[in-house]
C-alpha cells in the first residue's frame, strides 16, 4: 500500500495554502479560496534568520562586555595619570632649595667681596639679567675676572647657568657684573666660582 506526498503551495492571486499531491506539481488548478486558477508549487520555506536567536544575544553581550572594559580601561588610565602627575608635583614641591653657599665666604676666599645678586629686566625687552657688585679687597690688579652664576627655579631645581667676564678689576675698585639668564622660570641665584686669567 502505497502512500500519496503531500505538498503544500501559495496561491499565486491570494496567497491562500493549497495542499496537492506530489504528482500534480507543476499543474494548474483552481484555488479553492478564490476559485482562480493558480500553478501548485512547493511554497518557499519561511524566511529563518541564518543567526540563532543565542548567538545574537551572546555577541551583544560581548560587545557590551568590551565597551565596559574599553571605558573601565580609560578612566584606570586617566587616574593613573593624575596620581602621577600629582608625585610629581609633590615631589617637585618637596624638592628642598640648593643649600646656600655663604657667597661672601666663596668671593672672599678669592681676595673678593660679592654683594646680593638681584635680576633686572631691560625696558620694552623681555631679557633679564643676574645684576650685583663684585669688589677686587686686594692691592693687586685682577685680570679676565669672571663671575659664574647658578641659576634656580622657585622649587630650587637648577635650570642653568649666567656668567659674565670683565677684563681688569683694579684693587679696591667694584664691577658691577650683569649676567644673561636665558631660563625665563628662573627665580634665583647663587655664586659657583669667582675665576681669573693666570
Given at each position: 500500500?502505497?502512500?500519496t506526498?503531500?505538498?503544500q503551495?501559495?496561491?499565486?492571486?491570494?496567497?491562500g495554502?493549497?495542499?496537492f499531491p506530489?504528482?500534480?506539481?507543476?499543474?494548474?488548478?483552481e484555488?479553492?479560496?478564490?476559485?482562480?486558477p493558480?500553478?501548485?508549487?512547493?511554497?518557499?520555506?519561511?524566511?529563518?534568520?541564518?543567526?540563532?536567536?543565542?548567538?545574537?544575544?551572546?555577541?551583544f553581550?560581548?560587545?557590551l562586555?568590551?565597551?565596559?572594559?574599553?571605558?573601565?580601561t580609560?578612566?584606570?588610565?586617566?587616574?593613573?595619570?593624575?596620581?602621577?602627575?600629582?608625585?610629581?608635583?609633590?615631589?617637585?614641591?618637596?624638592?628642598?632649595?640648593?643649600p646656600?653657599i655663604?657667597a661672601?665666604?666663596?668671593?672672599?676666599e678669592?681676595?673678593?667681596q660679592?654683594?646680593?645678586v638681584?635680576?633686572?629686566?631691560?625696558?620694552?625687552?623681555?631679557?633679564?639679567?643676574?645684576?650685583g657688585t663684585?669688589r677686587?679687597?686686594?692691592?693687586?690688579?685682577?685680570?679676565?675676572?669672571?663671575v659664574?652664576?647658578?641659576?634656580?627655579?622657585?622649587?630650587?631645581?637648577?635650570?642653568?647657568?649666567?656668567?659674565?667676564?670683565?677684563?681688569?678689576?683694579k684693587p679696591?675698585?667694584?664691577?658691577?657684573?650683569?649676567?644673561?639668564v636665558?631660563?625665563p622660570?628662573?627665580?634665583?641665584?647663587?655664586?659657583?666660582?669667582?675665576?681669573?686669567?693666570p
Amino acid at each position: 500500500m502505497s502512500r500519496t506526498k503531500i505538498l503544500q503551495g501559495d496561491c499565486q492571486h491570494c496567497g491562500g495554502r493549497v495542499e496537492f499531491p506530489a504528482e500534480h506539481a507543476g499543474l494548474t488548478t483552481e484555488c479553492p479560496h478564490c476559485q482562480q486558477p493558480t500553478e501548485l508549487f512547493l511554497a518557499a520555506p519561511p524566511q529563518a534568520s541564518t543567526v540563532p536567536v543565542k548567538t545574537m544575544v551572546f555577541a551583544f553581550l560581548a560587545v557590551l562586555i568590551l565597551v565596559g572594559g574599553w571605558i573601565g580601561t580609560q578612566m584606570a588610565l586617566k587616574r593613573a595619570q593624575q596620581l602621577t602627575e600629582r608625585a610629581n608635583a609633590v615631589a617637585v614641591s618637596g624638592t628642598p632649595t640648593p643649600p646656600a653657599i655663604s657667597a661672601s665666604g666663596l668671593a672672599g676666599e678669592a681676595g673678593f667681596q660679592i654683594s646680593a645678586v638681584l635680576f633686572e629686566k631691560t625696558a620694552g625687552k623681555a631679557e633679564i639679567y643676574a645684576v650685583g657688585t663684585l669688589r677686587n679687597e686686594t692691592d693687586r690688579q685682577r685680570l679676565g675676572v669672571r663671575v659664574e652664576l647658578d641659576l634656580f627655579d622657585a622649587s630650587g631645581v637648577r635650570v642653568g647657568s649666567a656668567t659674565d667676564t670683565v677684563r681688569v678689576l683694579k684693587p679696591g675698585a667694584e664691577w658691577r657684573f650683569k649676567a644673561r639668564v636665558t631660563d625665563p622660570n628662573t627665580t634665583s641665584a647663587r655664586l659657583k666660582a669667582i675665576t681669573e686669567q693666570p
